[in-house]
């Protein structure tokens, strides 16, 4: 099931019906906390690339929300910040591993073999879409460490929660961890939608991330209600200097960062990233819940946060997309819905009612 | 004059008095017309990554602004916009030729060298902090082309107006194409204050740029009103296709790109930027028809945009700082001052008056 | 079986035993014919970097052996052979397809992504060690061509013969020129064991090579009694300026190319390529048709060229140890043995009677 | 006098007439001695890769001629050795101080910008085409250290004798060497004619590098006696294992390194390399002993080691040209003749001769 094409949407057609969009959660709105946040920042000059006094708070508060230093840098997109936060974790010549679904090496276009300068992702299996640390110990112990001609193992890349919608338990990212520090791999984690991930595993932004050994972590926000701001946060300050420079020479330090500071703020200000995730995951959970058992219709993966993959027979497709429910296909037979902080109960139940007509 | 670091502003003291920013024009605030846009932006879905509705009107009303058919890519920072921008005009081993101060060469931590693969940038010297056609047909006499040990001519960036403040002349582009289009060297503008030059020339956009043989912009709108968004838009309709590939891959294209698509929009909705840029104008003219003659304050450059350079003594630049003036100090004697769309006339002729005190 | 580390070869014990090694065909000696072609080039001054008379003979006596135009470039290593040709083939965001055996893709220490400013290798599986049509044309089908997020197909690469000693049979190429063309892909051919592959074939290097669709090939010499030369032959003329650049700065170009040229050209002379060849996988094959039956002993892979890849119980492999035969191990019951030109049959005949010993 | 062209050498008409070939070092012929010692190194089998005899004598060897522990990494041209030299000193958003006229900035066709990931050349004035203490102190204080938006000083290369045939003297490069110590840049020296400065020099290979700062050296073999082989010293063992990762995927490690292996140590075997680099310089030091005060003759460089820049009026270039003196055309009227270790007081005298007789 990996490495498929992002299919094009099946598209509602354009009459007058009511158009449910589940396609992502990157085409949903912004939220009305965040747009009030950027409005506010609005105001007079402001010292740029960062050097501002909402940027200045941005560390602050998030070493409040992870109970630990950090070090936010607020970047335009997921891709740029995957693959800027791998930059400073390998050398060109490194090996970085990640699930065969991952994100960065199914759909980023290369930015990691770009910014890395060459590194090498190494795809593995692993049932639920999860990295597990036994195939990871296995890749290690075959890579050859110390032998010239192979790329070096040099990081572990975890998608939280992963690209079908599943969600690492601590204990097994604390387990990759140890495989991890054995061999001296730093990991990172991709938290495109990490609000989400944290809602499911009812834990602390900590506990999810440097307490079972995350060193650098690819903030999502822009899926969950910012308008186009994501963000890296660095828990190891010996990385923080050299990722400073990258992350400038790629072009990403806004010169008017107030502006990407405040959609961050506003984010985890009163927990808003965890309400809006707990929204999203509670359409997708309601979705789970009232079509189990439907004949022909299969769960491609768990659902333990805001995606549900599930396995159609054609014309159920066919009659999804005629009654103006968006989607992607992911294969012949297999279609992903997203569930989005901004959505709504009622077209959810469409969406379910639709499927049952069917039936 | 070259290569001068960015110093540390000159801050203002803390005490109760007024403060007055002449510190860059990427300190300004957003104009209302824009966030006004970004809101309104903010409605129900929109597909992703630049498939959205405001996106497809990119295009199009940039092509009626440019009078030519051409392709927009909105883009965080000028930074990327520049560096990715050459790197679909040059192979990883070409040349690239701009003025010894150009942005790209002095101010982007190797952008241009990370984005194109490993290019060169040649800085040339040229009066008025602009590139002369005959130092790059000299240059490009002596670059050896076609000997396998020398990196080959490739592109020449232009930046209109000039790290100084300075604006080209359309004759002098129009001389620099000549000898580009003898060499096949491809030409890229760096436009972060394309609009202030185009208010100082009267002409229109297609006349400043693809007429005079520009085949790719970096069309600045940040420090012209707009929040985070600037752009690359392109002439020459060979490079598109290459072009987004590189964008996507260096992490630039946003998922929720309308809210991009819809500060450039409106940027350029009524002549906004036309109007911002000739506000920021006129305020440096107001500044340089009313210090000329003050004793031991010289222009470092003409004032021709929105920036004014100057050189004064210590005790005249202890002066200013000490009453609240804001501004970059580029060298022992040198300032520099940007005016911004958002500046007001009180303000600079507060500057004035501090100026003169001490005449 | 893929990607397996190059494990430590079992030495021999140090005892005055005789030493049998099969460890590479890298470890041989250089033919008298060669080192007598670079004694002779040792004569008076020549011009550098290719522009000497011996390197201009390369490219006319290469179009003899290849029955076309084609352009020589002598190269160090083949791993530059074939990072520098893909780098002529692929965009930094394209994809290379290519066998999970694949040097490239294993043993080269991310020399293509380093090369290629980033592109990405897809390994796909294929019976006997060879690519498949079928599995190429797949894999692109799903890639998203056109898709701005994915890495676009840009190249296919062939080892012919490949590393685990099987070879293409020119249908199954002209199979996958097929797919390749149809797609726009380029085929690169890395030849590091060219030679023996043609023998096996006994057709000519043009019908191994650009008649079924191979535009540029890595041409072996080291390992077949060259001292310290490879080749990049190109059959496409297009990429043959890119290249040039492209091989000079990554510091490929030789001064004395003189040297090189002389080996590449007493490499061709005679037929010494094909008759070093014919020697190697004769004895290969002996060992082949010598130990078939011998219980415990397994072939790995079919003999088709001068490897040969057995699986054995560890007892015979300790016993082979001892007994002075020098092999790598792949994995834990899997050796390899490779056959040199200048290896003997009382060599191969000792080993045959160590592992018959203990049956 | 920087940044020119590699001009076409001024080819000698083709009739009978004697050609002397003064055109650079790398025409040159190989040493006997080193032919003799890669003979002697084609016997048996070698384990590939640098794990041989002779390379694992190469450090010992290397590390006393430098009374040092070093690393020696044979490497198949100065080119190369530079680039991957650097590319251990600098991180990709480096700044690496050079003189203007640097082989490394001029002739390699942005090989450093390639394998640094993008690090940028900073080209500075120097009289006697050295690089100067003070210019490097001026340069590294504008640069802007800490700033995010400008390349890093990280690296300092001199070329040692420079590209212009002169020498820095040990007390220039301690004063270097202070300045980088100062600021941690980490120094590097070109030794493309590593022999030739020695021998003017009369100082020990220790005196001449670690003992003034050099932490990694490309040492030349090529231009003064070797076939196809030079290679990096380095110091700082620190640098040592990041840089084999390096070398190997840049396609620089040979499989039969034992062939470069005995070039090496051949090369400094008795001290060959001086006396082949006093043989060279001694010819240079007879032209210009010889030819001073000839009338419109004028000398570009002091010559310093074994090469010679003159400057001279057309009429007199043309008449060496008639008479079969070949040498390169550096600039309309400037020449450069290089002495080789092979050749002979004959030719030079010759040569000095066809000058005087337009006096």
Same mark, same amino acid.
């Given at each position: 099931?990996? %490495? ?15 158009? $449910? ?11 009305? =906390? ?8 609005? #105001? ?7 050097? %501002? ?9 998030? @070493? ?6 950090? !070090?936010?840098?607020? &970047?335009? *997109? ?16 490194? +090996? ?9 090496? *199914?759909?980023?276009?290369?930015? *990691? ?19 597990? +640390? @036994? ?6 112990? #075959?890579?050859?460490? /110390? ?7 040099? +990081?572990? @890349?975890? #998608?939280?929660? #992963? ?23 730093? $990991?990172?984690? %991709? ?17 999810? !991330? ?11 926000? @822009? ?17 923080? =200097? ?28 009163? %927990? ?14 309601? &979705? ?35 009654? /103006? ?9 297999? $279609? ?8 709504? =109960? ?14």
């Amino acid at each position: 099931m990996t %490495d498929l094409p992002d299919s094009k949407p099946g598209r509602a057609h354009a009459n007058a019906q009511r158009v $449910i969009d589940f396609r992502s959660d990157n085409v949903a709105s912004a939220s009305p =906390e965040i747009i009030a946040a950027m409005l506010e920042a609005n #105001t007079d000059t402001a010292t740029p690339y960062g050097d %501002d006094q909402l940027s200045a708070m941005l560390n602050d508060r998030f @070493s409040e929300v992870f109970e630990a230093k950090v !070090t936010v840098f607020p &970047i335009a *997109t997921g891709t740029a910040a995957n693959a800027l936060a791998l930059s400073a974790l390998t050398p060109p010549y490194g +090996a970085i591993y990640c699930h065969s679904a991952a994100h960065i090496h *199914t759909s980023e276009a290369g930015a *990691t073999e770009l910014l890395t300068g060459g590194a090498k992702l190494i795809p593995l299996e692993g049932d639920g879409f999860r990295l597990h +640390a @036994s195939a990871l110990a296995n890749a290690v112990a #075959t890579a050859g460490i /110390g032998i010239r001609n192979r790329s070096q193992p040099a +990081a572990v @890349s975890l #998608t939280q929660a #992963t690209e079908f919608g599943t969600v690492y338990r601590l204990d097994e990212i604390a387990a990759i961890a140890e495989v991890a520090r054995s061999h001296r791999l730093k $990991i990172h984690m %991709d938290g495109a939608r990490f609000a989400n991930a944290l809602v499911t595993l009812g834990c602390s932004p900590a506990a999810a !991330t440097w307490r079972v050994g995350v060193e650098v972590l690819s903030f999502g926000c @822009s899926k969950n209600g910012g308008l186009n701001a994501d963000a890296i946060v660095v828990f190891n300050p010996d990385l923080v =200097e050299d990722l400073s420079y990258r992350i400038r020479r790629s072009g990403h330090t806004w010169s008017k960062m107030r502006f990407a500071a405040a959609q961050l703020l506003a984010y985890v200000q009163g %927990d808003l990233y965890l309400r809006s995730a707990r929204r999203a995951n509670g359409l997708a959970a309601r &979705i789970a819940a009232n079509i189990a058992g439907i004949p022909g219709v299969g769960f491609a993966a768990p659902v333990e946060a805001n995606e549900v993959y599930l396995t159609l027979p054609e014309h159920k497709i066919d009659h999804l997309i005629k009654n /103006g429910i968006q989607f992607l296909r992911r294969a012949p037979r297999l $279609i992903r819905l997203v569930c989005r902080f901004d959505g709504s =109960e009622e077209d959810v139940d469409h969406f379910i009612a639709t499927l049952k007509v069917l039936e």
